[in-house]
């Protein structure tokens, strides 16, 4: 994410970058304590689409996780360098409704917090499956 927001240039773009930021700012502002507190060691970014290579071939990607999770912490749980990415256009093409975009950029940041935490994609399926049971 931007340190500061971008200055209005009328550039529609650059206000649709804005519009996106404010919605992963949004979103973690919305991680639940405890978890919110242990993300100090989480650099949160915002791409507007992946670098080559990190996208697996026939898949979009929307956010990735980048680090060490905290279940891997040495023993003297020293912090690691770590960043969750979230990426701008994927979200743009795939949820073109502004509510359901923001939904989406919520899934995503609370998905790559969940890595953070240590839990795997497939575990995130299993827990989704569960929340939709109920």
Same mark, same amino acid.
């Given at each position: 994410?931007?340190?500061?927001?971008?200055?209005?240039? *009328? +550039?529609?773009?650059?206000?649709?970058r804005?519009?996106?930021?404010?919605?992963?700012?949004?979103?973690?502002?919305? &991680?639940?304590?405890?978890?919110?507190?242990?993300? +100090?060691?989480?650099?949160? &970014?915002?791409?507007?689409?992946?670098?080559? =290579?990190?996208?697996?071939?026939?898949?979009?990607? @929307?956010?990735?996780?980048?680090? &060490?999770?905290?279940? /891997?912490? =040495?023993?003297? =749980? /020293?912090?690691?360098?770590?960043?969750? !990415?979230?990426?701008?256009? !994927? $979200?743009?093409? /795939?949820?073109?409704?502004?509510?359901?975009?923001?939904?989406?950029v919520?899934?995503?940041? @609370? $998905?790559? &917090?969940? $890595? $953070?935490? *240590?839990?795997? +994609?497939?575990?995130?399926?299993?827990?989704?499956?569960?929340?939709?049971?109920?």
């Amino acid at each position: 994410m931007r340190d500061q927001p971008l200055p209005a240039t *009328g +550039d529609p773009e650059d206000e649709r970058r804005q519009e996106f930021d404010d919605l992963v700012a949004n979103a973690i502002a919305d &991680v639940p304590s405890p978890f919110a507190e242990r993300l +100090d060691s989480v650099a949160f &970014v915002v791409e507007d689409e992946p670098l080559p =290579g990190q996208q697996p071939p026939g898949q979009l990607l @929307f956010g990735l996780y980048e680090g &060490v999770p905290r279940t /891997a912490w =040495g023993a003297d =749980g /020293a912090p690691l360098s770590n960043r969750i !990415t979230i990426f701008r256009r !994927t $979200h743009e093409l /795939a949820f073109p409704n502004p509510e359901r975009r923001a939904e989406a950029v919520r899934a995503t940041v @609370f $998905h790559e &917090v969940a $890595h $953070h935490f *240590g839990i795997d +994609d497939e575990r995130l399926i299993e827990l989704e499956a569960q929340r939709r049971r109920r």
